[in-house]
């Protein structure tokens, strides 16, 4: 709250240029103009999508429908522009409306409906991919449109654009969590949804607006993604859902609900994906992508529960000379 | 060298002194305590002695509760000793605790809401059959048998979330009690009692005293502990400052070492009631134990409502504040007929509601006090939705000064601060809001006096100003001083309305007293 940099990014922060630094000296090309404009790109997508599962959790729900979500949202951008012809000043304004929409269900269902959020959302993950499939026969729809991918690959001054929606996006979720009313909630709801209620806040409404939210980054996400690689498919996104939230985790966001910093969340995709760049310059297998990343999640949320435990540890051993003092003084006097 | 350790030459209780006086039960000695940005233990030294009732008192946020912790094993000191029998032991955990023969009721719930009042009872050491099957039978009877000696009356199948705050606690002394132990800890175990329950505790606190038991109480209630206590230690920012042993318990003496000056007056109560009506009841019931409440309240007034522990108080703010349905009768507000469906409609029309348990329904744990102070009054803080943080900024740090909160509450979120801290914060949100019409329950619960007055004078600020206040306590005195009139609940039900100064403390405790069955429990069938 009311600090946007605060103390909670100074571990994500640190965990980021950590990592950075192995994967810089055990590379040769991590520091490559080339490598780092990749990166930017490669971080885009999943920290777009971040926002809007750091913003659920933010609330104490959880989100796991976004990757189906982004390859439904591609195959219904590629039917729109392959087999309607719409144009697409107006086929991604509707991909966007699509994606909150299906948000709001969800939301609706979670916070109405009194389905936790995992289950409603675990549900979507099977659904939407399911949903996905019922396009084009199953399969992939290629080159969409020419003037697509110039929205992933184009740049502005030199700065591949990515980075300016990455910019954009991330200050105006700052700016909702940390100065409006909307942010506020979402932290109440999160951090005390009994005491949200007798306070007046409508805990429901702010629930299914944060699957809102979470519903259009996905959009976001997926029209991204179809430039990228100018089609659509059933297949895309495959566990994006879950870089996307362990992306949340490794910035310090409480599954309890909450606790966390937005910003914070970019960090923890960039070392989410610096991670994933090492290995692969690294050459290393995508099995053992997998494993690291599993690896990462489990020590970000460690670290989170063993705080108390570890500032004591450093207590104790950076005290130890004055307090055997004391007891010494005592038994002397 | 970690505290403790092996047993060293000369223990600090020095074998000339062990002739006279006999060895403390369990001794610190020069504890101290810190956490991050505050000494909560200053070299602290305490003895307990067998059969004795030893009082722990001071400010809130003084250090008691920490030191409490430090003796149940729920953190390890950082300095100092701990005597067992004038052994030093290092107390790793709660685990060890227990098998120390300590048993702990703290100042916060360790209940689990979700499991039945005998599981609760006995939860961690339920009492096991030949086949180690959990033996239900025994569950059940013994767990009676203790809520028996407590005399009272709570089915030992209940679902422990479902009882009242005050029966919940019940529940928690009746844990500790089942123990057996040797030495028995209270953190403010009355905070939500009726002066009933607490003779009744009391009661089997002497007799576990007379039976050797060593009892650290603590409580704010002062007239309560000048009734029980055999010996005081008083804390002030973590030090001792006054070491039992003294003889005498002088209540105004304790007061003036606790806050460090004279207190003059207890209640200052102001007269601000008119005669314009506000708010207005007539016959309203709910399902949830309301079953005729009709009254009306006046600008600047403020309404006690009196009765015992479950006779329906906290049932009926809660009608009051559209938590439960109605299914009969109807709330007027300034002469309109209006309809609470939910909180935020209430909310909305001006009434705000202070509830009784801070904890579950009252605190953003996530939030500094800033963040908990204004979440009642966002809308009023935001333009097109944009909050003013400047004005939240503001208009915080006058109340955190106001209300003497400690001023850690600014940096820290409130999980860090101590309980009575904490109350201050949730009467704070409302202070803050432009609410009309507050229900406070049990306002004063678990703060100090210091905190106690200035909550006092809070109330005439706020019926100065020509708000009205509804007034749940189960302290009488602070009831009949702080209220204009005062409404008797027995059963759900308003039965009579009087004037407070007409009411003397006897009168209270015999009006509110259940003339027809005592201890049940169903209002609905009491009257069929
Ligand atoms: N877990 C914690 N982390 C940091 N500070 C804490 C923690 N617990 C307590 N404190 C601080 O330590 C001090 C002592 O707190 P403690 O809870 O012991 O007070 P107390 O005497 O029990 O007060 P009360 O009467 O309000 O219950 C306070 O300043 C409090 O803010
Ligand atoms: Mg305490």
Redesign the pocket.
């Known amino acids: 709250m009311r600090r946007v940099f605060d103390t909670q990014l100074i571990g994500p922060f640190a965990a980021m240029v950590i990592v950075a630094l192995i994967v810089a000296l055990t590379t040769d090309r991590f520091l490559n103009p080339g490598n780092l404009s990749n990166l930017s790109l490669q971080v885009s997508i999943v920290a777009l999508i971040a926002i809007g599962s750091t913003i659920v959790i933010f609330a104490a729900g959880i989100d796991l429908s976004s990757g189906s979500m982004v390859a439904l949202l591609t195959m219904i951008l590629a039917q729109m522009l392959k087999f309607m012809d719409l144009p697409l000043a107006l086929a991604i304004p509707l991909i966007l409306i699509i994606g909150a929409s299906l948000g709001l269900l969800l939301g609706l269902i979670t916070a109405y409906g009194r389905i936790p959020s995992f289950i409603t959302t675990l549900a979507a993950l099977i659904a939407f991919r399911g949903l996905a499939l019922t396009f084009n026969n199953g399969s992939p729809i290629f080159s969409l449109d020419p003037a697509l991918e110039p929205i992933f690959y184009g740049k502005l001054i030199g700065i591949p654009l990515p980075f300016f929606y990455l910019v954009f996006f991330y200050g105006l979720a700052a700016f909702t969590m940390n100065f409006t009313k909307l942010g506020r909630e979402i932290y109440a709801v999160g951090g005390n949804p009994a005491a949200a209620v007798l306070t007046g806040i409508n805990v429901r409404k702010v629930q299914a607006t944060t699957f809102v939210i979470a519903g259009f980054m996905t959009a976001v996400g997926a029209v991204l993604m179809a430039a990228r690689l100018n089609s659509g498919s059933p297949n895309y996104g495959q566990t994006l859902e879950l870089q996307a939230i362990a992306a949340a985790v490794v910035g310090g966001a409480s599954l309890a609900g909450g606790r966390g910093n937005i910003l914070a969340t970019l960090m923890g995709a960039m070392t989410i994906v610096i991670v994933q760049n090492g290995l692969n310059l690294n050459a290393a297998p995508s099995s053992v992508q997998n494993i690291v990343l599993g690896v990462i999640i489990l020590l970000a949320v460690g670290i989170d529960m063993w705080r108390a435990e570890i500032s004591a540890l450093m207590a104790r051993i950076f005290r130890r000379t004055p307090k055997a003092q004391t007891a010494s003084e005592k038994k002397a006097a | 060298m970690p505290p403790g350790g092996e047993t060293p030459p000369f223990g600090p209780s020095g074998e000339n002194k062990a002739m006279t006086a006999p060895i403390p039960l369990w001794e610190f000695v020069d504890v101290s305590k810190a956490?991050?940005g505050?000494l909560?233990n200053d070299r602290v030294c305490i003895k307990l002695l067998a059969g004795s009732i030893h009082g722990l008192l001071?400010?809130?946020?003084?250090?008691?509760?920490?030191?409490i912790k430090t003796l149940s094993g729920v953190q390890q000191p950082d300095s100092g000793q701990i005597l067992f029998n004038g052994q030093p032991v290092v107390i790793s955990d709660p685990q060890a605790a227990r098998q120390l023969g300590i048993a702990t009721v703290f100042?916060e719930f360790s209940i689990v809401p979700t499991l039945s009042v005998g599981e609760n009872i006995f939860l961690g050491n339920m009492p096991r059959s030949r086949f180690g099957v959990i033996d239900w039978k025994k569950v059940h009877a013994d767990s009676a048998a203790v809520l028996a000696e407590l005399e009272v009356d709570i089915p030992t199948e209940a679902i422990t979330g479902s009882l009242s705050v005050g029966e919940q606690q019940l529940v928690e002394i009746a844990k500790a009690v089942a123990m057996d132990a040797r030495m028995i800890i209270l953190d403010?175990p009355t905070a939500a009692l009726g002066e009933d329950e607490i003779e009744r505790l009391h009661g089997l606190l002497r007799k576990m005293r007379d039976r050797g038991v060593a009892i650290l109480y603590v409580s704010?209630r002062l007239d309560e502990v000048e009734r029980i206590v055999d010996e005081v230690t008083i804390?002030r920012n973590?030090r001792v400052v006054r070491a039992s042993g003294e003889t005498k318990i002088n209540v105004s003496e304790i007061v003036s070492a606790m806050v460090g000056e004279d207190i003059a007056e207890h209640y200052p109560k102001e007269r601000n009631a008119t005669q314009e009506v506000v708010f207005e009841a007539r016959g309203l019931a709910t399902n949830a134990g309301v079953t005729d409440v009709s009254f009306t309240l006046h600008r600047g007034e403020v309404l006690g409502l009196g009765g015992v522990l479950g006779s329906g108080r906290t049932e009926i703010a809660r009608a009051l504040f559209g938590t439960d349905d109605l299914t009969a009768g109807e709330v007027r507000l300034n002469g309109r007929k209006v309809k609470f469906r939910a909180e935020t409609d209430a909310i909305r029309a001006g009434l705000a509601l202070v509830p009784e348990n801070r904890k579950f329904d009252g605190l953003f744990f996530n939030f500094r006090a800033s963040g908990n102070i204004t979440a009642a009054s966002l809308g009023g803080l935001a333009r097109f939705g944009v909050l003013d943080l400047k004005a939240e900024e503001k208009g915080t740090r006058d109340l955190i000064r106001d209300l003497e909160i400690?001023s850690?509450a600014e940096e820290k979120t409130v999980n860090?601060?101590?309980?009575?801290?904490q109350q201050k914060i949730v009467i704070a949100r409302w202070l803050f809001s432009d609410a009309q019409v507050l229900i406070l329950d049990e306002p004063t619960q678990?703060?100090?006096i210091g905190a106690k007055i200035a909550v006092y004078k809070l109330i005439n600020k706020l019926t100065r100003a020509g708000k009205s206040i509804i007034l749940i306590s189960s302290d009488h005195d602070e009831l009949l001083a702080m209220s204009d009139r005062i409404a008797i609940v027995q059963h759900g039900a308003i039965k009579r309305t009087v004037n407070a100064a007409e009411l003397s403390h006897d009168d209270l405790v015999r009006a509110s007293a259940d003339p027809i069955d005592h201890n049940h429990r169903h209002p609905e069938e009491a009257l069929a």
């Open positions: 956490y991050p505050v909560a001071g400010e809130n946020g003084c250090g008691k509760s920490t030191l100042q403010e704010h804390l973590g400690s850690q860090f601060l101590s309980g009575g801290n678990g703060i100090d």
